[in-house]
């Protein structure tokens, strides 16, 4: 079972970048997926969940409006489009894989992880 995040980098804030998570075909396909994310100094916090149909998503609030999760079939990708980022938005950013379909917030119910991927915001 493997995760694997990317698509990070160096922005300007109001910029945009998407990131990418592709799961192995035997995590994923009907798992929910979500986004995390870690500040230096600062707890993992969820950033956005989406169930395994696509159908229903969730978001923080600190990024509600502004990120769109999403995901595709193919080979059990999830999307994370970053518009008009913010300084603070300067995080790792990890996918994971929920235990069961629909969309969770909790860190607790996701027992795949990806590596994560570095984004960086600069003002």
């Known amino acids: 079972v493997q995760l694997q995040a990317s698509g990070g980098g160096l922005v300007q804030a109001g910029g945009s970048l998407r990131l990418s998570c592709r799961a192995s075909?035997?995590?994923?396909?009907?798992?929910?997926m979500g986004w995390f994310r870690q500040a230096p100094g600062k707890e993992r916090e969820f950033v956005a969940s989406?169930?395994?149909?696509?159908?229903?998503?969730r978001y923080s609030e600190s990024v509600e409006g502004r990120f769109t999760i999403s995901r595709g079939y193919a080979e059990s990708t999830m999307y994370l489009q970053m518009n008009t980022l913010k300084p603070e938005d300067t995080a790792v950013y990890y996918c994971?894989?929920?235990?069961?379909?629909?969309?969770?917030?909790?860190?607790?119910?996701?027992?795949?992880w990806g590596q994560g991927t570095q984004v960086t915001v600069s003002s």
């Open positions: 075909r035997r995590t994923g396909s009907n798992n929910a």
């Open positions: 989406v169930s395994w149909s696509g159908g229903d998503t």
């Open positions: 994971a894989a929920a235990r069961g379909s629909g969309v969770v917030t909790s860190a607790t119910s996701y027992n795949y």
